[in-house]
């Protein structure tokens, strides 16, 4: 199975500020990473796919990069509606597995 | 707009059995894969199952394969999950997800959840 690693596993920021989120394949997955935000009580939201393509809808401070093992979601300007858990998956071959999430919180 | 709506969920003791279901509105159903992804509480997710659009394919997690069963009626727009002999560590929210394509093993569209809860 593919792991998928992410870090930091928390982290706390200011509205405003630029946030990044690392996640590390086990192996060489292309592009084939996506992103997902949850908040609490709620199902995860579909943000990010094939590491960089915003799904509709999701806002352009949003972006994602990355290629073989190493990828990044980034938030540039955060606002109040972004603190929440992130998840990366990969879906370049079964079992589909996603990253242990990172958890996002207001400083 | 696209919705998924899954009920089933409750409490169960270990070794019985429980039947999700979801249902699909607001796209083709027929023409997507769906998947099932748990989240245990206070934990990560975890992919459980896909079946494919025409409901010929069908993939299972290790931790639950030959006890649950991934099942569509393409008729009624429904997707279910039939689960047996459960364990206690079975016991998390069960989302059913849409794919973004036929089978891209991404997913674009959840539902609100059904939470099972395994317990003695």
């Known amino acids: 199975d593919i792991q998928m690693t992410q870090s930091p596993s928390s982290l706390s920021a200011s509205v405003g500020d630029r946030v990044t989120i690392t996640c590390r394949a086990s192996q060489d997955i292309i592009r084939w990473v996506a992103w997902y935000q949850q908040k609490p009580e709620k199902a995860p939201k579909s943000l990010i796919y094939a590491a960089s393509t915003l799904q509709s809808g999701v806002p352009s401070r949003f972006s994602g990069s990355g290629s073989g093992t190493d990828f990044t979601l980034t938030i540039s300007s955060l606002q109040p509606e972004d603190f929440a858990t992130y998840y990366c998956?990969?879906?370049?071959?079964?079992?589909?597995?996603f990253g242990q999430g990172t958890r996002l919180e207001i400083k | 707009q696209m919705q998924l709506v899954e009920s089933g969920g409750g409490v169960v003791q270990p070794g019985r059995s429980l039947r999700l279901s979801c249902a699909a509105s607001g796209f083709t159903f027929s023409s997507y894969g769906i998947h099932w992804v748990r989240q245990a509480p206070g934990k990560g997710l975890e992919w459980v199952a896909m079946?494919?659009?025409?409901?010929?394919?069908?993939y299972y997690a290790e931790s639950v394969k030959g006890r649950f069963t991934i099942s569509r009626d393409n008729s009624k727009n429904m997707l279910y999950l039939q689960m047996n002999s459960l364990r206690t560590d079975d016991t998390a929210v069960y989302y059913c997800a849409k794919d973004l394509a036929v089978a891209a093993n991404l997913f674009d569209h959840w539902g609100q959840g059904t939470l099972v809860t395994v317990s003695s």
């Open positions: 079946i494919s659009y025409d409901g010929d394919n069908k």
């Open positions: 998956q990969q879906y370049k071959s079964n079992p589909i597995t």
